[in-house]
C-alpha cells in the first residue's frame, strides 16, 4: 500500500512536476488547486502528508492550513514556496506547519523532508 499525498498548487506546470517527483518516490498523489479544496478534500479522505503551496488565488495555504489544524493537529502539512525566508520559515511553523520546500523542489530534499515528517516512510 503506498501513502498518500494531498498536492495543493495552483499552477498546473508545478502540479505535473510535483506529482511526478511523488510517484517516483511511491506516493499515490490527489491535487487540490487551492487551499478551500484542500481542505474539503482533507474532510473527506485521510492522507499521510500535505504539500501546501502558500501562495494561491480563493484561499491561500496560510488560511488552508490553519483550517485543517482546527480538526487535525497530527496530518504533516509541508509548505511549499518559491520565496522562503527565516522569518516565513518561522511563520508556517508557528501556524502548525511541519517543514518548508523551495520550488523547483529538489527530489533529495522532498525526500529527507517527507522521511522527517512521516514515520512510515
Do not use: W
Not at 490527489?30 to 478534500?41: H, I, K, L
Not at 514556496?81 to 527530489?107: Q, R
Amino acid at each position: 500500500m503506498s501513502l498518500k499525498i494531498l498536492l495543493v498548487e495552483d499552477h498546473i506546470i508545478n502540479q505535473k512536476m510535483a506529482t511526478a517527483l511523488l510517484k517516483k518516490l511511491g506516493f499515490s498523489v490527489e491535487v487540490a488547486n487551492n487551499g478551500q479544496e484542500a481542505v474539503s478534500m482533507h474532510q473527506e479522505n485521510r492522507y499521510d502528508a500535505l504539500i501546501m503551496d502558500i501562495e494561491m488565488p480563493v484561499m491561500d495555504g496560510l488560511e488552508a492550513t490553519k483550517l485543517i489544524r482546527l480538526k487535525d493537529k497530527t496530518t504533516p502539512i509541508i509548505a511549499l514556496s518559491g520565496n522562503p525566508n527565516d522569518e516565513y520559515a518561522k511563520e508556517v511553523k508557528d501556524i502548525g506547519m511541519n517543514g518548508c520546500l523551495k520550488k523547483p523542489i529538489d527530489i533529495e530534499v522532498l525526500m529527507s523532508t517527507l522521511k522527517a515528517v512521516i514515520s512510515d516512510f
